[in-house]
């Protein structure tokens, strides 16, 4: 039987090169493209740095509240920051719990994704008190501002 012109080895033979090249180039573009959880991952990184201005910074480069404003909530407190100069006292306020004595250690980290909203859920425990520490970030065009921060 030809097909083509080709017999049924030389249509077997290109069939399974065919396959080949997609299965590849596939696997090839799924390693390049970074995915959303990947990208939180990198907030969670934030929250393990050792020092408590590296973790400060380290939010702020995923914040821009005069795009997003961020709410900050400490225990009952809420508080909805609308400009970048009142966002590094709330994120010390915040992540005042985890500026204990010694090595931060992260016991558990979540991460999800729904839709245009991220959320990383950190528990750690710094100087013998453990602080679970909740960010929401929306999706901005192509990367993410943080929303929402909540630690108890």
Request: glycine share 8%; charged share 25%.
């Given at each position: 039987?030809?097909?083509?012109?080709?017999?049924?080895?030389?249509?077997?033979?290109?069939?399974?090169?065919?396959?080949?090249?997609?299965?590849?180039?596939t696997?090839?573009?799924?390693?390049?493209?970074?995915?959303?959880?990947?990208?939180?991952?990198?907030?969670?990184?934030?929250?393990?740095?050792?020092?408590?201005?590296?973790?400060?910074?380290?939010?702020?480069?995923?914040?821009?509240?005069?795009?997003?404003?961020?709410?900050?909530?400490?225990?009952?407190?809420?508080?909805?920051?609308?400009?970048?100069?009142?966002?590094?006292?709330?994120?010390?306020?915040?992540?005042?719990?985890?500026?204990?004595?010694?090595?931060?250690?992260?016991?558990?980290?979540?991460?999800?994704?729904?839709?245009?909203?991220?959320?990383?859920?950190?528990?750690?425990?710094?100087?013998?008190?453990?602080?679970?520490?909740?960010?929401?970030?929306?999706?901005?065009?192509?990367?993410?501002?943080?929303?929402?921060?909540?630690?108890y």
């Amino acid at each position: 039987m030809e097909l083509f012109g080709l017999t049924r080895a030389q249509v077997a033979l290109w069939s399974f090169a065919i396959l080949v090249t997609l299965a590849l180039g596939t696997a090839v573009a799924d390693a390049m493209v970074e995915t959303d959880v990947e990208r939180l991952e990198e907030v969670a990184r934030v929250l393990a740095r050792p020092d408590a201005e590296s973790r400060i910074d380290g939010l702020l480069a995923w914040a821009d509240p005069a795009r997003e404003p961020v709410v900050v909530t400490v225990g009952r407190t809420h508080r909805r920051i609308d400009e970048g100069a009142d966002l590094a006292d709330a994120l010390r306020d915040a992540l005042d719990p985890l500026q204990g004595a010694g090595a931060i250690d992260v016991v558990d980290d979540d991460i999800s994704v729904h839709g245009e909203t991220g959320t990383v859920s950190v528990d750690a425990q710094s100087g013998g008190e453990r602080v679970h520490v909740t960010l929401t970030l929306r999706r901005e065009g192509q990367g993410w501002l943080l929303a929402a921060i909540r630690a108890y």
